[in-house]
């Protein structure tokens, strides 16, 4: 019932400050909960975890950049730069999990009551699932990189239509290097908010630099949160670049 609560609160905050863009928002969420699920669904009957997986990240970049934020120069050169990112770090992810045994359960929840006696064989590689979760974890905080360089650009364009293509690259930089240090820190204090029972325990079990070196669990949110800044840092220049190509052209 408080789930429900807070859910209709912060729909109603987001129609009543947000306005259009607030309602349009709402939807969007909406509709990426109904894309997650049904993505679930598709995964479990027909097993393809990639290939859901990839759709899944298309339909809620769909949603995200064009459902609320219009089809336009903006919207397509961010879209551009961002699938490039996904398939780059997912390749990457690929052959780092693979060589460097990350997947599976850590071994703080080996122990667990609850997992000894839950079914976890639920038919799919870890290695699978942890690159995929890596993909969708750290898709919002790329698109809202790419965004916010692209939006840029297109201000400095309308305020100077006679911009040269490099001077146009160069504003785009300048706006993701200010924007690059408080990605940083989101990315890092939600990881660390995310798994703020796990550095209790490490604290508590008084882990030494080599017990943390060696620990899957510790290695896995390390691992997710240096993908996620290359993601966020190479969608900086990537979207520059491709942004005042789209915008000059025109």
Not at 56 to 79: C, D, H, R, Y
Not at 126 to 155: H, K, R
């Amino acid at each position: 019932m408080l789930i429900f609560i807070l859910i209709m609160m912060l729909f109603f905050l987001l129609g009543a400050i947000g306005d259009e863009r607030g309602v349009a928002s709402m939807f969007t969420i909406l509709g990426n909960m109904v894309v997650f699920f049904i993505s679930l669904g598709m995964i479990f009957k027909t097993g393809h975890i990639f290939t859901v997986t990839f759709f899944a990240v298309i339909g809620f970049l769909l949603l995200t950049l064009f459902a609320q934020n219009g089809f336009n120069e903006k919207t397509i050169s961010a879209f551009y730069g961002i699938v490039i990112i996904l398939i780059l770090v997912g390749v990457s992810s690929v052959v780092l999990v693979n060589l460097s045994s990350l997947a599976g359960f850590g071994e703080l929840y080996i122990y667990d009551e609850e997992v000894a006696f839950m079914e976890n064989q639920i038919g799919y590689s870890a290695q699978s699932l942890l690159v995929c979760s890596i993909m969708i974890g750290i898709l919002g905080a790329i698109t809202d990189t790419a965004l916010s360089v692209s939006s840029a650009m297109y201000e400095v364009r309308e305020h100077n239509p006679s911009i040269s293509k490099h001077e146009l690259e160069q504003a785009g930089f300048h706006v993701g290097w200010d924007i690059l240090g408080t990605t940083f820190s989101t990315l890092i204090f939600a990881e660390i908010g995310q798994g703020f029972f796990l550095w209790l325990i490490f604290a508590r079990n008084k882990y030494s630099v080599v017990g943390l070196l060696n620990s899957k669990s510790f290695l896995q949110q390390t691992f997710l949160i240096i993908a996620s800044s290359l993601g966020c840092l190479l969608i900086i220049p990537l979207t520059a670049k491709i942004t005042a190509k789209i915008m000059k052209k025109k």
